[in-house]
Each structure stands twice: as C-alpha cells, then as structure tokens.
C-alpha cells in the first residue's frame, strides 16, 4: 500500500511541474505511424521539453519583437524571431509573415512578369 501512495504522490508532484496538458501530448505522438508505445518517463520528458521550447521561444520573441514597451507579444514578433534567428529557422513554415492580399498580387504578378521575360 505504501508503494502505491508513494506512486501517486510521485505522479502528482510531476503533473504539477508541468503546465501542457499531458494526455494532449500522448495524443500528438501516437499520431505518428512510427509510434507505437509510449512510456510514461519518456511522455512526461517530451512534455516538458516541449513547454520549455515553447517557454524559450515565447522569451526570445518577446526580447527581439516590438512589444517591448507595452509588454504584449504578437504573432508578428513570433514570425520575426522564426524568419531571423538560426534556431527557430525551421518554424518559418509553421510562422509565416502575415502580408497583405494586395501586396500578395503584386508579387505574384511580378513574378509572372519575370517568367515572361525569360
């Protein structure tokens, strides 16, 4: 009995150290088709892993974006720390700048202009 009790607390102190839903997390990994178990440890580990990446982006975000002064984070600060630092570069699919429809056709339509030169 008191293994069991000693279980409990332990798995209620470390779902305490985390703020991701857990189960969410399973949910994710089992997804993937090279998945087929997942440990407890190794689940509670990417979990964490995964809200400390969220917690160092968050941070570099908000000290290279321009929300500084009003202590806001924006998508654009997120888009700008993924296209400019090395680190985040393999997010910039995921965070694409946000542009405009209007200057969207501009750039296609100059693009176009360019094919038909060639």
């Not at 997804?31 to 580990?45: G, H, K, R, T, Y």
């Not at 995964?50 to 654009?76: M, P, R």
């Not at 946000?98 to 693009?111: H, N, R, S, V, W």
Request: glycine share 4%; hydrophobic share 35%; no cysteine.
């Amino acid at each position: 009995m008191s293994a069991n009790t000693a279980d409990k607390d332990n798995n209620v102190s470390t779902n305490k150290n985390i703020s991701l839903p857990i189960s969410r997390v399973r949910l994710i990994m089992k997804s993937s088709p090279d998945v087929s178990n997942i440990n407890q440890e190794a689940l509670f580990l990417t979990t964490k892993a995964t809200e400390l990446f969220v917690q160092y982006l968050a941070v570099s975000s908000f000290n290279n974006g321009s929300g500084k002064g009003s202590k806001s984070l924006s998508y654009s600060d997120l888009a700008s720390t993924a296209e400019e630092k090395d680190t985040f570069h393999f997010l910039t699919d995921i965070l694409p700048k946000k542009i405009l429809a209007g200057d969207y056709l501009k750039t296609l339509e100059q693009i176009e202009d360019e094919e038909a030169d060639i």
